[in-house]
């Protein structure tokens, strides 16, 4: 993943982040990727049929 991403391994903690961030969870079951601007904030991707889940730690720190 690019622009150090990190992953979680838990979908609650995921779901969290984003309702911090203020933005609307997603199916967690599809590939999908918020941006603000040109920096990814949060994304799914889908590996051997999991869902695996990756955020971009310093957006719980930012300015929104």
Do not use: D
Not at 5 to 27: A, D, G, K
Not at 33 to 39: C, E, I, M, P, S
């Amino acid at each position: 993943m690019r622009q150090s991403l990190i992953e979680i391994s838990s979908r609650m903690l995921f779901t969290e982040y984003l309702q911090h961030l203020n933005i609307r969870v997603p199916n967690l079951h599809q590939e999908w990727v918020y941006t603000r601007g040109k920096q990814v904030l949060a994304c799914i991707r889908i590996g051997a049929e999991q869902p695996r889940f990756f955020i971009q730690a310093s957006g719980m720190t930012s300015k929104r």
